[in-house]
């Protein structure tokens, strides 16, 4: 079984935060989770809100707990009623843990085994998606996108 290791977590968080640079974006939050669900590196640039760092990590938690992307969970909540009701149910089960934005992306291997997943805040939800990708290519592993 594959694990990610701290090394990568913390060189996951300085390319997406690198890529946030590169953009020109406001200060972001970056979180790391492993497979399990556990929070294993997190920075704050400076001048983010405080919330940021609860956002970041519920992003991550949201796809690993969905198995998806949570860009997917975005778009499933945009389909109906029925789909917001869902969402809005996990969201209280989870005691808020899953934020149905773009920014919480699956993390994965060369194999396709899944080692966590990155959660980034801070900027629009497309951006926080884009940032946390560059992270995830410039470490060599792979963004698990269903």
């Known amino acids: 079984m594959a694990r990610l290791t ?3 977590a913390n060189r996951l968080i300085a390319g997406t935060l690198d890529e946030a640079a590169r953009l020109g974006l406001p200060p972001v939050a970056v979180a790391v989770l492993d497979s ?3 929070l294993k590196a997190m920075q704050r640039q400076d001048g983010v809100s405080f919330l940021r760092a609860d956002i970041c990590q519920a992003k991550a938690w949201g796809a690993l707990a969905m198995g998806t992307d949570t ?3 975005a778009t499933r ?3 109906d ?3 917001q009701g869902f969402l809005l149910a ?3 089960m989870s005691t808020g ?3 149905p934005l773009a920014g919480g992306v699956l993390v994965s291997d060369d194999d396709g085994e899944t080692l966590g997943a990155v959660g980034v805040s801070g900027a629009a939800s ?3 998606e884009a940032c946390a990708l560059a992270g995830i290519r410039g470490v060599g592993l792979q963004a698990r996108q269903d």
């Open 6 to 8: 701290l090394d990568q």
């Open 71 to 73: 860009r997917h969970l």
């Open 36 to 38: 399990g669900g556990h």
């Open 77 to 79: 909540y945009a389909q």
């Open 90 to 92: 996990l969201n209280a």
């Open 126 to 128: 497309e951006d926080d």
């Open 81 to 83: 009623a029925q789909q």
């Open 97 to 99: 843990r899953i934020i």
